[in-house]
């Protein structure tokens, strides 16, 4: 088989490719370290840990290998500086502001972390006698109160494992009721304004898929919606606040006329860190809601960190909702309410969303966060979201197009377009001289209801200097973008990477692999 690269630099690794004045014999610059691909420095004869020759070897039949693997190997200092260094290459959210729309990248408490990691929670596995979790039950029943007490919903669903996977678990309940009823409903409408999984998920579920479009205001177009309403139709899938950064005013009408014609609302609800404590989504008419407890109730997430989805649930859904769930019994105890259980008391389930009982270390984490803010606190916490974002938003309306700035005061969010760019000079450009000012760029191209969306979210954990600053460079840029700056065309000139071919990178990544796996 053919031997990897001998571990180690090669004089072809220099990043520069040695043109330029600042160019380095190693290719680093100063704290930016240059980092090859694992498969260019490792070597098959190298490892970081050895196996002991006279070990009994089980009897691996027909799974055995015939050749060997071909995995690059280093040895353990090696390992550890290889990944270390890949990492500080990475933009994360304790290095600085993370505009990202959408995704509400904000500050995680460290008080979050402390409670996680209590050997009690950490430690627990999820097939341990329930007698011994009482406190692991009671985290997840007190946290499915609080979230019902702040949506003024009637059950939780707390299993599902992240926004989309809410989204799934809702769409369920729903097909579940319309099947109890005899029905066979086929459309979900999903307005333009909604984020993306929604109407992923409503055809992952077996739905039609129909569009309703939006207002000049950016909001759904309640008429429209009306106009669409029929027997045919199972519900609506509306994200609110939605992806253009407002409040769908119109949400308890529709809820109305959505119930008028026998369908179900569905709103989803990832963005609530927008409403949290100011509205009670139960009391606009919405029958299932997923939280994003990763979002609103703080855990670092994004990069493959984890989600967790829990579905707060009407009185109309709420008997259809999965197993298991923590119940309190007269005696004070908690007991899962699972399969064996189900048919007894919770006969109309439409089964299991996963195999455990959810994301237990999120739970502690969003149970520890909300307990700290408080009922106050996390009122706050929207207030200080929505002034932010529309400090954002007023601060840069003069250099970039804000085509809804006119609808009033935004959400969580602002939404800027390409619009009044300089010719040639798009949405990309804007993004990629961001990371040059040392900033993950904000969401891009998304929402699609305009052209070239930049879409930011600054959350409601950043200072007033930390926006100021931000405000500042992405001013800096669009007034580039605006005048035609050729060099913005180039940018990013100081990441380790310029521009990459994204699509290509994705459709076919090239992996330096010449193992036999
Ligand atoms: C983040 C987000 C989702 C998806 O949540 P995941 O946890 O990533 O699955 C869905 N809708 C909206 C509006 C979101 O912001």
């Known amino acids: 088989m053919t031997a990897l690269n001998p571990a180690g630099w090669r004089p072809e690794m220099s990043v520069s490719g040695g043109a330029d004045d600042s160019a380095t014999f190693t290719g680093n610059r100063a704290l930016m370290l240059e980092e090859p691909l694992i498969f260019e420095i490792g070597s098959t004869e190298t490892t970081g840990v050895d196996f002991d020759d006279d070990a009994p070897a089980a ?8 050749a060997p693997i071909g995995l690059p190997g280093l040895s353990e200092s090696e390992t550890v500086r290889h990944y270390t260094r890949l990492s500080r290459q990475n933009y994360a959210i304790d290095l600085g502001l993370f505009p990202l729309g959408s995704c509400t990248m904000k500050h995680n408490p460290r008080l979050n972390e402390k409670v996680a990691r209590m050997p009690g929670f950490a430690d627990v596995h999820p097939l341990q006698p329930q007698e011994t979790v009482q406190g692991a039950l009671a985290v997840i029943n007190e946290l499915a109160f609080w979230l019902i007490e702040l949506t003024g919903m009637y059950g939780v669903a707390m299993s599902p494992k992240a926004g989309a996977h809410g989204e799934l678990c809702g769409i369920l309940c729903i097909k579940a009721a319309l099947e109890a009823r005899g029905e066979d409903r086929r459309v979900l409408l999903v307005p333009e304004s909604a984020h993306g999984t929604n109407p992923a998920t409503a055809a992952f579920a077996g739905f039609t898929v129909e569009d309703i479009p939006a207002t000049k205001e950016g909001r759904v177009d309640l008429e429209a919606l009306k106009a669409r309403l029929g027997p045919d139709v199972a519900g609506v899938m509306i994200t609110n606040p939605n992806t253009c950064g407002l409040f769908e005013r ?11 014609v026998g369908g179900y609302v569905y709103c989803d609800g990832a963005n609530f860190n927008a409403i949290v404590g100011k509205v009670r989504p139960g009391d606009l008419g919405i029958d299932a809601m997923h939280i994003n407890l990763h979002k609103t109730f703080s855990t670092p997430h994004g990069g493959g960190g984890p989600g967790s989805g829990p579905v707060v649930l009407s009185e109309a859904l709420a008997p259809y909702g999965p197993i298991p769930y923590a119940a309190r019994y007269a005696d004070g105890s908690l007991k899962l309410v699972e399969e064996e259980s189900a048919g007894a008391e919770h006969p109309e389930t439409f089964g299991r969303m996963t195999a455990f009982h959810g994301q237990m270390g999120m739970f502690t984490r969003a149970l ?23 400090y954002v938003l007023r601060s840069l309306e003069d250099v970039l197009d804000a085509p809804f700035g006119p ?5 969580h969010e602002a939404l800027f377009t390409d619009e009044g760019l300089a010719e040639g000079f798009t949405t990309l450009d804007i993004a990629k001289a961001l990371i040059d000012e040392g900033y993950h760029p904000m969401t891009v191209y998304f929402p699609l209801v305009v052209h070239g969306a930049m879409l ?33 065309k180039a940018a990013p000139h100081y990441a380790p990477r310029a521009r990459l071919d994204e699509t290509l990178a994705a459709r076919k990544p090239v992996l330096a692999w010449e193992g036999n796996l």
């Open 59 to 66: 009897d691996p039949g027909s799974l055995m290998r015939s």
């Open 407 to 411: 609808s009033g005061p935004c959400m």
């Open 368 to 390: 520890a966060y909300i307990l700290s803010h408080g009922a106050d606190g996390l009122k706050q916490v929207a207030e200080d979201a929505v002034l932010n974002a529309n």
């Open 250 to 260: 119109d949400m308890k009408a529709i809820s109305d006329a959505v119930h008028a």
């Open 456 to 488: 930011i979210e600054p959350t409601e954990t950043e200072s007033k200097a930390v926006l100021d600053q931000f405000i500042g460079a992405l001013r800096s840029v669009a007034l580039r973008a605006k005048n035609g700056d050729p060099a913005l």
